[in-house]
């Protein structure tokens, strides 16, 4: 199955500080359908990026997408009160589908 | 309204079963899979497979595939999931998700489940 390793575990910032998150592929993703999505507490993931960098209906364009094979890159480019939140990224290229670890955003 | 709406909260013993549900609206049960992703306490989201009502397929993940079930009610628009001999690691936040048509791309997610397996 694809591995997926997200990096930091943890991102202290600032509201208005820009958030570089990676996931990284044990093997390239297929079509580099890798998308991002983003989770509070107590709620459902919600999709922000499909085929690495294509941004979801109603996702602000602060949130950008990047990346092909096995490298990806999801960048807030200057963070909200409402993006402090964990994000995870997930592969759907291939069976099964799988998902990283997380990255949590923190306000510091 | 374009939703899944899932069943509520279950408290179950270890080697009991426990079936979910999961209602679709707002678009065509029939032309998108559904898939179901559970989330236990800190651990990261695992994909347990999919059902398809239109065709009738299901695909379950080789983890779960000698315990899990997929079912459909298609003039209901619900989709099921039911995990049986459960251990005390099943506990966890249960999913459904549908996918975009297209690809597996999921698009669209239930509100959750909470499955806790207690003595």
């Known amino acids: 199955e694809v591995v997926l390793t997200q990096s930091p575990g943890t991102l202290s910032l600032s509201p208005g500080e820009r958030a570089t998150l990676s996931c990284r592929a044990s093997q390239s993703i297929s079509s580099n359908y890798l998308a991002w999505f983003q989770q509070k507490p107590g709620q459902a993931p919600r999709l922000l990026i499909s085929?690495?960098?294509s941004r979801a209906t109603r996702v602000p364009d602060r949130f950008s997408g990047s990346g092909s094979g096995t490298d990806f890159i999801l960048t807030i480019s200057r963070l909200e009160p409402e993006d402090f939140a964990v994000y995870y990224c997930h592969q759907y290229g291939t069976s099964p589908l799988t998902f990283g670890g997380g990255t949590r955003v923190e306000i510091k | 309204q374009v939703q899944l709406v899932q069943s509520g909260a279950e408290v179950k013993k270890p080697g009991a079963s426990v079936k979910v549900s999961c209602k679709a609206s707002g678009y065509s049960f029939t032309t998108h899979t559904l898939h179901w992703v559970r989330q236990a306490p800190g651990q990261r989201l695992e994909w347990l497979g999919w059902s398809n009502a239109g065709h009738g397929n299901t695909y379950y993940s080789q983890k779960f595939q000698n315990r899990i079930t997929f079912t459909s009610d298609t003039s209901a628009t619900t989709a099921y999931m039911e995990l049986s001999s459960l251990q005390f690691e099943d506990t966890g936040v249960y999913f459904c998700?549908?996918?975009?048509?297209?690809?597996?791309?999921?698009?669209?997610w239930g509100q959750g489940t909470f499955v806790t397996v207690s003595s």
């Open positions: 998700a549908r996918d975009d048509g297209n690809t597996w791309l999921l698009d669209l």
């Open positions: 085929s690495a960098s």
